[in-house]
């Protein structure tokens, strides 16, 4: 199985999309200026202490206060208070902790009111994006993750992922964490990890470790609301928690971000340098690899199956529900049992898949079609687990109930992605009226006579949509685009893009830079 993952730069931020098998599995935004993402460590100050949700409101720099449970504090609290408050003094204290005295847990059952008054100082960390009208969600339990591990400060355990199963090699990582984890540190080993040797442990362990002291180090001037340690960018967290031997090539279309990509991958996996690429081709990198088309036929609210059936997915602000169709399924097999739990088995593979896709959270309900046996009912709920363990996100399952309905909960930390599949029409403005005598045909054309005869170009690309090159190269020797070589004497390169609606059009010059056309 292989695994590709293709970056595109644009002006607003990058587009990043993993391949699996050539197909789009998930689909990430990173937008330039991009704050409050999971795992960033902010100085925030205490704006309100609400004892009704036993909880305060966090100024961190985002337009709304961000919320800070009482849970959320951790046990750990009181040494990272004491420890913060000690850095702010710029007191000399130790920033690998090594001589730093804990203090004791703070009560699972206490009221933030005791613990917090307006305009308090405290180290907080994003655990989930802001979304929709809501602020960020906060947390005081720090934590610092790696490709193998994840470093957490003023603790002195040791957690091995669950997903570990052999119990010597659970043994062997155990043993190995507690003699080289620095005092005051815990460490939870990643899933990643399994089978490592101590020197990658080792570097990945020291790697972290600097992140934090460099980090306090950036706390000792820090003011309210600044950023003191930062979490990557998502094509790096996705790379440092999925990149192993089925990762194919890494395909990026912009130098800067090429070379970033490359150094990374040289400091956490030297072997897989080689297959970081930079895309070198006239056509748009999406376009290239088909992605384009895939993302508009993804992310609508009917999403066919490759058999017949077809998903209805919809939207609200308390949960997602998926209905489950068999479509011209239902004509093909006898048998109705088996044609209900074919097609729920081919469901339960693209749910999975746009879960992880639409970055889907909080509750789901899935309406599967209605089958009678017990037995296909468990195949279908151990078939769904099964397709989530690939998922990076938390999940929980429940069995199907007699109604035939599944519940999902899976984990929230930033607003679901969506596309929008609908477009304006660019020809009338969502009039429904078009003048009958434009004919975007007729203004391509009469735009290049302008750029060739008026302007002066030597070499012309117009990039539309694929129903338009097929219209203007239709017939080959005898196609419009060969009449244009022998009434202006140059060839004029058509370039496919989908992204385009139908009735859209651009013109660049030999530069790549988009020309200024007659209205």
């Given at each position: 199985m292989s695994n590709e993952l293709i970056i595109n730069s644009t002006q607003k931020g990058e587009r990043i999309v993993l391949l699996k098998n050539k197909r789009v599995v998930e689909y990430h935004i990173e937008e330039k200026d991009n704050n409050f993402t999971v795992g960033d460590i902010y100085l925030g100050t205490v704006k309100k202490v609400v004892q009704g949700l036993n909880a305060a409101f966090i100024d961190v720099g985002y337009d709304k206060d961000a919320f800070l449970h009482y849970l959320d504090l951790g046990p750990k609290f009181s040494s990272l208070n004491t420890f913060t408050k000690d850095v702010l003094a710029k007191k000399n204290v130790p920033y690998k902790l090594q001589d730093f005295k804990l203090k004791p847990e703070i009560n699972k059952l206490g009221k933030i009111s005791s613990i917090f008054s307006r305009n308090n100082q405290v180290l907080v960390q994003v655990i989930k994006e802001p979304i929709s009208?809501?602020?960020?969600?906060?947390?005081?339990?720090?934590?610092?993750?790696?490709?193998?591990?994840?470093?957490?400060?003023?603790?002195?355990?040791?957690?091995?992922?669950?997903?570990?199963?052999?119990?010597?090699?659970r043994q062997r990582l155990q043993r190995l964490m507690s003699s080289i984890k620095p005092a005051n540190f815990g460490i939870i080993v990643r899933t990643n990890a399994e089978g490592k040797e101590v020197a990658e442990l080792d570097r990945d362990l020291k790697s972290l470790v600097e992140i934090w002291v460099n980090g306090m180090k950036s706390l000792r001037d820090a003011k309210p609301r600044d950023k003191i340690i930062g979490e990557m960018d998502r094509a790096s967290s996705i790379l440092r928690d999925?990149?192993?031997?089925?990762?194919?090539?890494?395909?990026?279309?912009?130098?800067?971000i090429h070379g970033d990509i490359k150094s990374y991958?040289?400091?956490?996996a030297p072997d897989k340098e080689k297959i970081v690429?930079?895309?070198?081709?006239?056509?748009k990198i999406f376009e290239h690899y088909q992605i384009e088309k895939q993302l508009k036929l993804l992310f609508g609210k009917s999403v066919s199956l490759p058999k017949g059936g077809y998903l209805i997915i919809e939207h609200t602000e308390a949960l997602h529900v998926i209905d489950v169709n068999s479509g011209n399924k239902s004509n093909v097999e006898q048998d109705q049992e088996n044609t209900a739990l074919n097609v729920n088995m081919e469901a339960a593979k693209e749910i999975a898949r746009q879960l992880r896709l639409r970055d889907m959270g909080g509750i789901i309900i899935i309406d599967f079609i209605d089958m009678k046996k017990v037995e296909n009912k468990r195949k279908v709920y151990e078939f769904v687990k099964e397709q989530l363990k690939q998922d990076r996100s938390k999940s929980t399952v429940l069995?199907?109930?007699?109604?035939?309905?599944?519940?999902?909960?899976?984990?929230?930390?930033?607003?679901?992605?969506?596309?929008?599949?609908?477009?304006?029409?660019a020809s009338c403005g969502g009039t429904g009226k078009v003048e009958a005598t434009i004919l975007v045909s007729d203004l391509i054309e009469s735009n290049l006579e302008y750029v060739l005869n008026k302007q002066n170009e030597k070499k012309v690309t117009i990039a539309l949509h694929p129903y338009l090159y097929a219209y203007f190269t239709k017939g080959g020797l005898m196609?419009?685009?060969?009449?244009?070589?022998?009434?202006?004497?140059?060839?004029?390169?058509?370039?496919?893009?989908?992204?385009?609606?139908?009735?859209?059009?651009?013109?660049?010059?030999?530069?790549?830079?988009e020309l200024e056309l007659q209205q």
């Open positions: 009208t809501k602020g960020p969600r906060l947390s005081c339990e720090l934590s610092l993750a790696g490709r193998y591990l994840v470093l957490v400060p003023f603790s002195s355990s040791v957690n091995i992922s669950k997903k570990i199963t052999n119990k010597e090699e999925m990149l192993n031997e089925s990762f194919d090539s890494i395909v990026v279309d912009e130098k800067t991958i040289r400091k956490i690429k930079l895309h070198a081709g006239k056509t069995p199907l109930t007699k109604f035939g309905l599944m519940q999902i909960t899976r984990q929230r930390v930033r607003p679901e992605m969506n596309i929008t599949t609908r477009e304006t029409c196609s419009k685009r060969v009449r244009w070589l022998f009434k202006y004497g140059r060839w004029v390169k058509l370039l496919k893009d989908s992204a385009l609606p139908l009735a859209s059009f651009k013109f660049y010059n030999r530069h790549s830079e």
